[in-house]
């Protein structure tokens, strides 16, 4: 694996298309929404819904679960099993170890949850979710949990200690994803001019200049991070996001993914790219499909 020293070789073609990708997550009208067009009710792949918004793999289990725009999905053996009720849940995070998730976005049919949904959570791996704050006011399109609360963004970069009362961060950027660990105050974001890094629970942040301007970003523990570029360059990094070491590729139009610590010390990397759910058992180097044996 070759150490990333500037992560700027491909900075104008990614930098084009986080842009794309940062105009498609700002706040207004979505797929489901009032002003919005109809979106697909079926997916065009193996996966249950053609609009993914969140990944999370149960470490212990290794239960795979899918946040769609048609809801909550068990994906862990293919074709995908519904989780509770029908909504739109474009901002996604939590334990999955716990069965504990926060998510916002939009009511589905038949929901008496307000629109925009504001924080929501569910402590019983999605069945059952209950109102936090923000309920008519907020559809946080990114959500990350840390070890002080939650960090996520409607508009305005927010942190809660307890995902009811909110104070907003000094950052002046839009992040298309944030990533957090409940086992430190670290936080990323990926943002069209690079990654941006807090280490007080999203309250202050600083740009990685360093960095690889990546689209994708998750924890897989305590310290590790896998970073995915637009066009699907993987990278890693075994210090909290400081420096990063180029890996493998994913092929395809990744819309979401994770990572977990692996028992052979490489990172397992779970992605769900618009043709399929792909799974990495060597930190990245190479993917294969998550249902083949």
């Known amino acids: 694996?070759?150490?990333?020293?500037?992560?700027?070789?491909?900075?104008?073609?990614?930098?084009?298309?986080?842009?794309?990708?940062?105009?498609?997550?700002?706040?207004?009208?979505?797929?489901?929404?009032?002003?919005a067009g109809p979106a697909p009710a079926t997916a065009t792949s193996g996966l249950p819904s053609s609009h993914v918004h969140g990944l999370t793999v149960n470490r212990k289990t290794d239960q795979v679960l899918l946040a769609t725009h048609e809801g909550l999905f068990d994906v862990t053996k293919l074709p995908g099993t519904k989780i509770g009720a029908t909504n739109d849940l474009m901002g996604f995070t939590g334990a999955a170890d716990q069965g504990v998730f926060y998510?916002?976005?939009?009511?589905?049919?038949g929901s008496d949850l307000p629109n925009p949904?504001?924080?929501?959570?569910?402590?019983?791996?999605?069945?059952?979710?209950?109102?936090?704050?923000?309920?008519?006011?907020?559809?946080?399109?990114a959500l990350a949990a840390t070890a002080s609360g939650i960090v996520a963004y409607d508009g305005t970069l927010q942190t809660s200690p307890d995902g009811k009362t909110w104070t907003p961060a000094r950052?002046?950027?839009?992040?298309?994803?944030?990533?957090?660990?409940?086992?430190?105050?670290?936080?990323?974001?990926?943002?069209?001019?690079?990654?941006?890094?807090?280490?007080?629970?999203?309250?202050?942040?600083?740009?990685?200049?360093?960095?690889?301007?990546?689209?994708?970003?998750?924890?897989?523990?305590?310290?590790e991070v896998i970073g995915v570029e637009p066009g699907g360059t993987v990278h890693y990094s075994a210090?909290?996001?400081?420096?990063?070491?180029?890996?493998?590729?994913?092929?395809g139009q990744v819309q979401a993914m994770t990572a977990v610590t692996g028992a052979e010390g490489k990172p397992r990397i779970w992605a769900a790219t618009a043709e399929r759910l792909v799974v990495s058992t060597d930190g990245g180097a190479s993917f294969r499909a998550a249902d083949s044996s």
């Open 117 to 141: 949904m504001g924080l929501i959570r569910s402590v019983d791996g999605g069945k059952t979710w209950e109102q936090l704050s923000r309920q008519g006011e907020s559809d946080f399109h």
């Open 1 to 35: 694996m070759r150490v990333l020293t500037t992560g700027r070789s491909s900075a104008a073609f990614t930098a084009a298309a986080l842009l794309l990708t940062l105009s498609a997550c700002v706040p207004g009208a979505t797929p489901g929404s009032p002003g």
């Open 171 to 223: 950052a002046g950027f839009v992040p298309a994803v944030l990533a957090g660990t409940p086992e430190s105050d670290t936080v990323l974001a990926t943002t069209r001019e690079g990654l941006q890094r807090s280490t007080d629970g999203g309250k202050t942040w600083e740009l990685n200049a360093t960095a690889p301007i990546v689209q994708f970003v998750a924890f897989a523990g305590a310290t």
């Open 239 to 251: 210090d909290a996001g400081r420096t990063w070491t180029r890996t493998g590729q994913i092929e």
């Open 103 to 109: 998510a916002s976005g939009h009511p589905g049919p």
